[in-house]
């Protein structure tokens, strides 16, 4: 395939036997990735979910725009020029967004890591023709940005969340904070919905949100919330900010978690 990737190419994938003690099912293609993950007869892990969208915004008859992931764009943007100056100095971690999300389709989250440059993110390395494109793409993409080591490491990955905490947000923008993580968890079905939400919820006061990049629709932007287990990214700075990455992880859950490290962590006696 000339880009890599076929827009229309999607896979469904099952790990183990559909209704025994464990077992799981993934849909995935290009912009979605769904993972699923059942023990004893209950969904455990509902993540990574990851939506994207190009266009994010594509104007129709009318003209009317289509958005299907606005709610993810929009709460996102209405939280953070809510901020006053000293919140948005807590808030903004960086004047420049990334090219993708931080986290990229790593397996696990670890402490400092950063995002995936575009060669680098497929299961392995194309031929020299096509790799090369991949690297001229990313080049091209940081220069246009001016994005520098600085700055993605003032955005790598930690387990103390950066940005600006949920204690430090008036009532106002608490609510407007809720409503955002609402958009992800209402990406699955209502039988899940609740008990990711009080998972949320039970998180919340760890919440930090963080943003890079401009705040004007149209610039490039970045946030992040993160809080206990819960990481949810979004990025939209490709083709004229108008290309949509967007995941919430579990930080403990993602792929139904670790059960043979849990089970030595509190199954075995050590010193």
């Known amino acids: 395939r000339e880009r890599g990737r076929d827009p229309l190419l999607y ?18 293609g290009h912009h979605l990735s769904l993972h699923y993950v059942v023990s004893d007869g209950q969904v455990i892990s509902t993540t990574p979910l990851f939506f994207g969208a190009d266009p994010a915004n594509a104007v129709l008859l009318g003209p009317h725009l289509d958005r299907p992931l606005a709610g993810a764009e929009d709460f996102g943007r209405e939280l953070v020029r809510s901020l006053n100056d000293e919140q948005r100095a807590k808030a ?6 990334p090219t993708d999300l931080i986290g990229g389709n790593h ?3 670890k402490e400092g ?8 993110v497929w299961r392995g390395r194309f031929e020299a023709e096509l790799d090369g ?3 001229r793409v990313q080049q091209s993409m940081e220069d ?3 994005l520098t080591d600085a700055h993605l490491d003032a955005l790598s990955f930690t387990r103390q969340p950066k940005g600006i905490a949920a204690a430090d947000l008036s009532a106002g923008q608490r609510e407007i904070c809720r409503a955002l993580l609402d958009v992800y968890i209402g990406r699955v079905h209502d ?14 006061e760890e919440m930090h949100f963080l943003w890079a990049g401009g705040l004007e629709a149209g610039e490039p932007h970045y946030y992040r919330l993160q809080g206990g287990d819960v990481f949810v990214e979004y990025d939209n700075t490709a083709r004229d900010a108008n290309h949509l990455h967007s995941v919430w992880r579990d930080i403990s859950m ?16 050590h010193n």
Do not use: I
């Open 92 to 97: 903004l971690v960086s004047g420049v967004a």
């Open 144 to 146: 246009e940005l001016g």
């Open 113 to 120: 890591q950063g995002f995936l440059r575009l060669p680098e």
């Open 254 to 269: 993602d792929f139904g978690g670790d059960p043979l490290a849990e089970h030595y962590s509190h199954g075995h006696d």
């Open 11 to 28: 896979y469904v994938s099952v790990f183990g036997d559909p209704g025994s003690d464990a077992w799981s099912w993934r849909f995935g």
């Open 191 to 204: 039988d899940l919905a609740d008990a990711q939400s009080q998972k949320m919820e039970n998180s919340f």
């Open 107 to 109: 397996t696990r989250l």
């Open 133 to 135: 494109f991949f690297e």
